[in-house]
């Protein structure tokens, strides 16, 4: 259950019982001009409410963390960011409230892949705390995504406003695309964008990377079905090896 629809009584009832915690976690930033800037905390929370429903007594959501690192998008329009140090700060804190309440272990679902040095350096040092955070951004998706996709990758590794992240969008919130906006975007990445940090805005001008024209809701329930799979499997097995 979510934990911020709770009056007090039905949260001091939900609390003890919940043996983990989901928290949502996306970015505000562009996604072309097809997307809107909350798409990653769109997806995030629209895939924490599967999460939720399928997990019962066991999980309870926080709301989502809307504000992350996006320094890579930082100077297109509508891009915040706080970074890293103060994201994996509040990561942690959020987690170390939840023990309060006896609840050890945190879930983040993250939809941004800025996310994940914040995500990596919270955990580690909850893990001295005897506090886990665990970390899922589209888990075991990556074979569904070979399979079904029919365009271009734009750059390897990356997944922004294409027609996987469009997808996705189609199956969760189809009410906030509008792909008669859609188009093909293909930014020349410099050589050795790889071995150093360049802002895109040193490079393009238009924050989508591929093609979301071939996105589809079939494809994107595909996608989150394999990854709701994979999550729901590691969450639940963890769960069991629990003390």
């Known amino acids: 259950m979510k934990l911020h629809d709770l009056n007090e009584q039905q949260a001091k009832a939900a609390l003890p019982r919940a043996r983990i915690a989901l928290l949502p976690l996306g970015a505000v930033e562009p996604h072309g001009d097809h997307l809107p800037l909350d798409t990653d905390n769109l997806l995030a929370e629209r895939f924490c409410e599967r999460l939720n ?17 996006v320094w890579s998008l930082r100077g297109h329009a509508g891009a915040i ?25 945190t ?12 995500i990596k350096a919270a955990a580690r040092q909850l893990r001295e705390e005897g506090i886990t955070l665990l970390s899922y951004s589209w888990a075991g998706m990556d074979s569904c995504v070979a399979a079904l996709r029919q365009s271009a990758v734009a750059y390897p590794g990356y997944m ?20 008669s906006k859609a188009r093909e975007h293909y930014p020349a990445f410099p050589d050795d964008f790889r071995y150093r940090p360049v802002p895109w805005t040193a490079f393009s001008d238009y924050s989508v990377l591929g093609d979301p024209r071939l996105a589809s809701a079939e494809k994107g329930e595909a996608f989150v079905t394999k990854a709701l799979t994979t999550t729901l499997d590691s969450i639940r097995r963890i769960i069991r090896e629990a003390p």
């Open 160 to 179: 922004h406003a294409d027609e996987i992240e469009t997808s996705l969008m189609l199956a969760l919130a189809p009410d906030k695309v509008d792909m």
């Open 81 to 105: 960011d706080i970074g890293n140090g103060l994201l994996a700060e509040l990561l942690a804190s959020l987690a170390r409230n939840m023990a309060a309440y006896g609840i050890t272990t």
């Open 53 to 69: 429903a399928a997990l019962g007594e066991d999980a309870i959501t926080l709301p989502v963390v809307a504000y992350s690192q």
């Open 107 to 118: 879930a983040v679902i993250n939809a941004h892949y800025g996310n994940f040095d914040a």
